[in-house]
């Protein structure tokens, strides 16, 4: 006979991960997937949390991911779009479809207070920006542009560009950075269950259940 987990306190997990980072669109299908078919997924409670891998992105700047890449990493480019490919094959996995070739290079901290202010539609909005920044090729630095976005998830389109013209969420990223950097987080996606165990990267769905299935254990 099987030993069933009991569940006596709900279980929190949090995702430290970045919209402008591909692995982290992975690792977040691959997360939300083995969290469908936990058998107690009704007692986990997931929180998305902001971070930044190259905060110092201009603004509005435009530039295609390639050559944002080839500067910061001082990669040729054609080793950056031989990295773009094994990333995509990795991506076409799980479903997902990463078109690098209209990838715009973004700031990502208003999308991340974007996120903040989605109340129950986080989860939702995150998919949706993943999928504009990654697929569409649509520059998620661009209020506007995080406004149709917001929209297209069920989010008032006036209440989001007042929130997005104000400093709105600000402090919360913020906060998320700090913690991040409190728990000496280096690469994303990062997940933490319960402060206690920490899983790095994009793993395979069994690495995500044995997560579940750990930090759910009373004992």
Not at 71 to 96: H, I
Not at 115 to 143: N, P
Request: with cysteine; charged share 25%; aromatic share 6%.
């Amino acid at each position: 006979m099987t030993d069933q987990i009991v569940i006596d306190q709900d279980v929190t997990i949090e995702v430290w991960s970045d919209i402008a980072c591909p692995w982290c669109y992975i690792g977040k299908t691959r997360f939300l997937s083995a969290l469908d078919s936990f058998e107690h997924k009704d007692r986990v409670n997931v929180i998305w949390r902001s971070y930044q891998l190259a905060p110092e992105t201009p603004v509005g700047e435009g530039r295609t991911e390639l050559d944002a890449l080839v500067e910061m990493k001082g990669m040729a480019p054609d080793q950056v779009r031989q990295m773009f490919a094994q990333v995509s094959t990795t991506a076409a996995e799980v479903s997902l479809n990463l078109n690098f070739d209209t990838v715009i290079a973004a700031n990502t901290f208003d999308a991340h207070r974007l996120l903040h202010l989605a109340g129950d539609k986080q989860t939702e909005l995150l998919d949706a920006l993943f999928k504009a920044h990654f697929t569409d090729g649509r520059v998620i630095d661009d209020r506007e542009e995080l406004v149709r976005i917001a929209v297209s998830v069920g989010l008032d389109a006036e209440t989001v560009r007042e929130q997005l013209d104000s400093d709105a969420a600000a402090e919360a990223v913020s906060e998320d950075l700090s913690m991040a950097r409190a728990l000496q987080v280096s690469g994303v996606p990062f997940f933490v269950a319960n402060r206690a165990i920490a899983v790095s990267g994009a793993q395979p769905e069994e690495v995500f259940l044995q997560l579940l299935t750990r930090a759910s254990d009373p004992a």
